[in-house]
């Protein structure tokens, strides 16, 4: 276990991957549909995406799990492409990927987007590998890209000539486009939304939108019907998620990570954004585990379902785990969201209105899902600040895809953005730092 502590962390990286990718794969032939795993996974190829489409009702479990093993697959082949970058924001690009491989990312609708990315690099005379991330985070936008392919304009299903052309033509400019917009992005919102990718793919969204269907009077599809997100299953995802992530507890302390080292990772007063460089192998591992545990925890605890959207969700909310989302500074969000659903379940009783925004609620728990991408607010100002940051995500969350018409995956991450565009500038003009009040308190007693 000492090699695995001291290896490189790049190897380590390409290793933990390989890890994920194989429990997909093995749980995928462990499905009791899996007589049904290759038809069910055309299913998910050729039908319409848009969000809040749920895989496990459209292609079964077992092909649902093989779509995300296969998706790992794709996204470890390109990190192991020689000098390939892998650094945090890799372990956020891999999992959101693999998320949302069981609702609204398949093994077809990538490659547009990606090939927009290498047309960007050959342009520009950088290094595919440096890009890699960039390709991951370009499938934000996957769910239009299927439905160009399959649907556009009208409502008949199947693929055309023209739509794959027309799906192709807007995920290479999607493609193209993005880089320019990560390198942006985070002088929008300061390093405070760590769905950072979030912003420039919500934007383009909500501009193809308008393009594609408002601006030409194209209607827009309904979203998939409501009794499919019955389809769920809450033994599955618990012991899925118990399973990969105690293994990776497990792993961790046999590498050395003893409680008292994870303590110090929840109790760090610093804004740590690379929890591998700082607490090393064991330590990042350990907060995959702990962390992934966590979310499984709170999930089951407010009674959730577990279709394909909320099972993917755990995996899109653990992404963060390298990028400085932990459990200590994760509560705020969930706390926020919790109190702020029942503050607005009591107003809508006293306005009449029809309330529909309940902690387990299917939106509630994607929309909480993301907004722990704005978990660096509560590290930076403290957790009350953490709860007004959720509280305010709550309120938007759902309002939010009408901009984009259900075509961003990155719903909530773009949230986030909005959030910190009109939050982050009221802190720096009215509220210290953590560690200003704590200079000020020391100065104070000296």
Known sequence: MKKLQNMPQKSFMKLFFAFITVCFLVAAVCMGDRGDMFTGLWKILSQPSKVSTNYFALGGYAATFLNMGLLAVICLALYCLKDAVINPGST?????????????????????TFLGV??????????????????????????????????????????????????????????????AGLAFSPKVHKGMDLYSAALP????????????????????????????????????????????????????????CKPKDYWQILRDPALVTNIQGTYGNAGFLMNVGVYGLFILAYYLAIGGTFN????????????????????????????????????????????????????NAQAIMVGLCYANGLSPIADKYGWPFGILAASMHYVLVTSVPAL????CLYNGGFTAALICLILVPQLERFTATKEERKLRKAAKTA
């Open 404 to 407: 984009h018409g259900g075509y």
């Open 118 to 179: 290498v047309v960007y690099c050959l342009l520009k005379k950088e290094k595919l590998t440096g890009h890699v991330n960039t390709m991951l985070f370009s499938t934000g936008i996957a769910p239009l890209i299927t439905e160009l392919m399959v649907r556009y304009p009208g409502e008949q299903v199947g693929f055309t000539f023209v739509g794959v052309l027309l799906s192709l033509a807007v995920g290479l400019t999607i493609g193209f486009l993005l880089p």
């Open 201 to 256: 793919i919500g934007m383009m969204a909500f501009f193809l939108q308008a393009v594609l269907y408002k601006t030409m009077g194209v209607a827009l599809p309904a979203a998939p019907a409501a009794d499919t997100l019955q389809v769920a299953s809450t033994k599955i995802a618990a012991i899925f998620g118990g399973v990969v992530f105690g293994i990776c507890v497990i792993v961790a302390f046999l590498m050395g």
């Open 92 to 112: 956020l690009a891999f999992l959101l990927t693999v998320g949302f491989g069981s609702w609204g990312i398949n093994i077809l609708n990538v490659w547009p």
């Open 308 to 359: 394909g959207v909320t099972f993917g969700i755990i995996f899109c909310m653990l992404a963060c785990c390298n990028s400085g989302s932990h459990p200590g500074n994760v509560w705020p969000i969930m706390v926020g969201y919790v109190l702020s659903s029942f503050v607005f379940m009591g107003l809508s009783k006293l306005t009449g209105g029809n309330f529909a925004g309940a902690a």
